[in-house]
């Protein structure tokens, strides 16, 4: 009898074990996963920064020209 006790501790803890190992293999591979997905999303946000930083400038330029016409068309008929 006794050794049918150990025999299903023994099985017990082997299939504890083994599943403990298992899910740390599947925690590792999703956290993979994970920092993959991370790198993909920061090049995204990167480009998409670089993108509203070139329509920044483009927005500036097209600004700063419609403010000098304004100014010339001011002074023509201020003066």
């Not at 997905?37 to 090049?43: C, H, K, Q």
Request: a neutral charge.
């Amino acid at each position: 009898m006794e050794a049918a006790i150990w025999t299903a501790i023994a099985i017990l803890a082997a299939s504890s074990l083994g599943s403990l190992f298992y899910l740390g293999a599947r925690i590792d591979a999703l956290g993979a996963r994970l920092d993959g997905l991370g790198a993909r999303l920061d090049g995204r946000i990167d480009a998409q920064a670089a993108e509203i930083r070139q329509l920044r400038t483009d927005l500036n330029a097209r600004l700063d020209a419609l403010s000098a016409r304004l100014d010339e068309h001011v002074r023509r008929h201020a003066g």
